[in-house]
């Protein structure tokens, strides 16, 4: 059996790992909104205000730090006038991107608000530059954050909201090279200035402008962002125009015609989509690398605010609405993803899984004639990693033989390891990668004596398992036997295809 050492010096504190890379995505797109999160309020399916409590309930548990609505391509479609006062009166629209179907903004910025104090998640509400103007951008902040008496602030009330909201981030369109209005970075950068310098911040509301950046290793998007914030000047100045860039990257093991399915693949494919999942490390260091070149210290954040799985739709749903089944292969993508967050939490700020409910790689499925709600396998790496959130993080050192699995000429990592550390608590996530062999991981632990370690798995046999109703627990966590802590040195076996967290008590730091 293969055994790996992961050298991890408990009172060496890296930086902090902000819980918003465990951020959240809703877009207006298939299920998610509607059918999803909003049930409406003559629905039999329990609800405040038309907003689905079990999935409130299953999301509170995970503690997700922030939600971005309305999308997504969405997003440079929607005019959120649309969806405010009487639902009867609100005027409806054509949703062109997801499946050309009717939107009849019965959820919008008041639906919206209200799910994310049900959820006590920060709202993160991107803008629309694609079809919209400055001045609607404009006016929807001061509609959300403005307190006194203003226009804006009037109408509000007039729709029953009394006290203004807090909005702490706000997104400057999306996708701009595509979707959002096929521009080119040069002309999305001056935009992006324009906009955000109207996007104001109202009484205590102080926004965080989040420029829409680049696909993939669009390095040259980036650039163009970061000299447009003329970086270097404004280091002394707090009141740079945006202050945080995003890229969108998704693992998908095919191509973008073929995808690949969700459930039906074999190990060839398995080992595709790890190792495109790995890539988003080189992309996360690439965007990096570009911004210290302006900004070395540091101050502007990179976003990854929309990653995750997109593979073919589930066969015979609405090809638009992009439904697709989540399994043990999805859980590893995602803590793989996440130990490669926390390995830059000087620079990514926050990351945003697509999408929440019912769409791409999402936490939760549900079905709305029946009721049903099923947690899919990345639901529980949220859960049991949540521990990292707002954590210090501890490099990870993994040492031994074959602590690699070469696929078609690219080196994958055999087993993906974090760790983080809170007070007198670490938490260490351990993904073994191998689709067949079980892995030994030795963890000698420097630097503070351990008192105590517990361990949890989620191992199912099938890398494709997956949970539905009726057997909604197939991929669920189990406890993991670990040895003693012998001279700080304590092991675990992991087995194929499999994601644990390690949770250990320490004596007082
Ligand atoms: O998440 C689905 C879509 O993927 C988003 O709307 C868009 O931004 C991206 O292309």
């Given at each position: 059996m293969t055994t790996l050492r992961a050298v991890i010096d408990l009172d060496v504190e890296g930086p902090q790992i902000s819980k918003h890379l465990y951020g959240h995505f809703a877009e207006?797109?298939?299920?998610?909104?509607?059918?999803?999160f909003y049930v409406g309020e003559d629905s039999e399916i329990p609800n405040e205000g038309g907003i689905r409590l079990d999935v409130v309930e299953a999301l509170r548990a995970l503690n997700i730090p922030n939600l971005r609505w309305p999308g997504g391509c969405f997003a440079d479609e929607y005019h959120w006038m649309d969806g405010i006062g009487p639902k009867e009166d609100r005027p409806r629209m054509v949703n062109t991107h997801w499946g050309d179907v009717e939107e009849n903004?019965?959820?919008?910025t008041h639906e919206f608000m209200a799910l994310c104090e049900l959820l006590g998640a920060d709202p993160y509400v991107n803008g629309n530059v694609g079809s919209g103007t400055v001045k609607e951008m404009s006016d929807w902040v001061e509609y959300l954050t403005r307190d006194g008496d203003s226009p804006m602030a009037r109408l509000r009330r007039e729709n029953g909201r009394e006290e203004p909201w807090n909005v702490p981030f706000w997104g400057i369109g999306n996708e701009p090279w595509g979707c959002?209005?096929?521009?080119?970075a040069e002309h999305y950068a001056e935009e992006a200035r324009r906009y955000a310098t109207y996007c104001r911040n109202h009484g205590d509301n102080t926004l965080y402008r989040i420029a829409a950046g680049a696909s993939n290793d669009d390095y040259h998007w980036t650039e163009q962002l970061m000299k447009a914030l003329n970086c270097l000047g404004c280091q002394?100045?707090?009141?740079?125009?945006?202050?945080a860039i995003t890229f969108h990257y998704y693992t998908v093991p095919g191509e973008w015609k073929e995808k690949g399915s969700a459930t039906d693949f074999d190990a060839d494919e398995y080992y595709a989509t790890m190792v495109k999942a790995q890539r988003v490390d080189e992309l996360i260091a690439g965007h990096s690398a570009v911004m210290d070149c302006y900004d070395p210290r540091k101050k502007v954040g990179l976003i990854l605010d929309e990653w995750g799985t997109w593979f073919?739709?589930?066969?015979?749903?609405?090809?638009?609405?992009?439904y697709q089944q989540n399994t043990m292969r999805d859980a590893l993508v995602a803590s793989l993803h996440f130990d490669i967050f926390h390995g830059h939490a000087e620079r990514l700020v926050m990351a945003n899984i697509a999408q929440t409910v019912n769409v791409l790689q999402a936490m939760i499925l549900t079905d709305e004639s029946t009721g049903d709600l099923v947690l899919t396998p990345t639901y529980h790496v949220f859960e049991m990693n949540k521990g990292h959130q707002d954590a210090t993080s501890l490099a990870v050192h993994l040492l031994g033989e074959d602590g690699e699995i070469e696929v078609d000429g690219a080196r994958l990592r055999r087993v993906s390891s974090s760790a983080s550390v809170s007070g007198d608590t670490a938490l260490v996530s351990l993904s073994?990668?191998?689709?067949?062999e079980p892995t030994d991981v030795t963890l000698d632990l420097r630097g503070r004596a351990v008192t105590e370690a517990a361990a949890r798995v989620l191992a199912p046999s099938d890398p494709a398992a997956h949970n539905v109703p009726g057997q909604a627990s197939a991929v669920s966590p189990r406890e993991l036997e670990v040895g003693p802590v012998v001279d700080g040195h304590l092991t675990v076996t992991l087995p194929p295809h499999s994601f644990a967290t390690v949770s250990l008590e320490l004596s007082a730091g």
């Open positions: 207006h797109l298939g299920r998610c909104i509607y059918g999803g903004n019965h959820f919008g959002g209005g096929s521009m080119s002394h100045d707090p009141k740079n125009i945006f202050q073919d739709v589930e066969p015979g749903t609405n090809p638009g609405f992009l073994n990668l191998h689709l067949t």
